[in-house]
């Protein structure tokens, strides 16, 4: 069973994204607002995919305040989780700043919050899941 780990500050996102995505799609889920325990998760291969919060209000790394955008950085420049597809959770945003911060952080995607549309959602995140090469 593929793991999604969802680094989300909100409890109510996290319960209400983690019963989709195991309902619907199958999955099993991970969350936490912790940037040390998400990037050990990370490190550790215990994820397949992730969905990043981008605004992440009181993450802290190493001291220092972090946001979503700067932990995909930082998974995206190590070797050891560089490819690990992560999707950026966005709130309503002007036209092309999505895109910017998916530039901006090297993330695979986006979603936008809030989530209406369930298995739109599921979709979205199954589709960017790393196959199981059972035919080479």
Do not use: C, W
Not at 31 to 39: P, R, S
């Amino acid at each position: 069973m593929k793991t999604v780990l969802i680094v989300e500050d909100d409890p109510i996102n996290l319960r209400v994204y983690s019963k989709v995505l195991t309902t619907r799609g199958g999955l099993n889920v991970k969350g936490t607002e912790d940037v040390e325990e998400a990037m050990k998760i990370a490190q550790a291969g215990d994820a397949d995919i992730i969905l990043m919060d981008v605004s992440l209000a009181h993450s802290v790394y190493q001291g220092k305040p972090v946001d979503g955008i700067k932990i995909t950085q930082m998974l995206k420049a190590d070797a050891q989780t560089s490819n690990l597809p992560i999707i950026l959770v966005v709130g309503n945003m002007m036209e092309g700043e999505r895109e910017t911060y998916v530039k901006q952080s090297g993330a695979d995607g986006y979603i936008r919050k809030p989530i209406v549309d369930h298995q739109q959602f599921v979709d979205q995140i199954l589709a960017l899941l790393p196959k199981d090469d059972t035919s080479a």
